[in-house]
């Protein structure tokens, strides 16, 4: 069956979370305090996972099926659909590297004096 918007809106809390199943993968997850959390669950490589696609209110009904329906077609072109939300958080700084933190802490420290007892 189908979900819904009403049936969402009297989604209560209770003592234990519980999941609110749509279709195709799409559930509801209602915690204790009562936010209502989208997510996707998948099989990518032989491993169940799932996705987590926003809060209720702010991510309708509609808009989370969507992002399901974008995540289901990454899945059937062989993507992991977790893959450019992990490379985003990966992606190194290029100044963040050793050679340039270390170029400016040897610009800070280093003092024309203590430049000449350095062996080079």
């Known amino acids: 069956m189908a979900l819904t918007d009403s049936k969402i809106r009297a989604a209560k809390s209770f003592v234990k979370s519980y999941k609110i199943t749509d279709a195709h993968g ?8 009562g936010s209502r959390l989208w997510y996707f669950r998948y099989s990518f490589g032989g491993k169940e996972s799932r ?7 702010q991510v309708t009904l509609a808009e989370a099926r969507e992002k399901r329906d974008a995540a289901r077609k990454l899945l059937a072109s062989g993507i992991c659909p977790s893959l450019p939300r992990e490379s985003e958080k990966t992606a ?7 050679k340039h933190i270390a170029i400016s802490w040897s610009a800070v420290k280093i003092t024309p004096e203590t430049d000449a007892g350095i062996i080079s």
């Open 26 to 33: 799409l559930y509801l997850l209602v915690s204790t305090s």
């Open 51 to 57: 996705l987590a696609l926003g809060a209720y209110p």
């Open 92 to 98: 190194v700084d290029k100044t963040r590297t050793f």
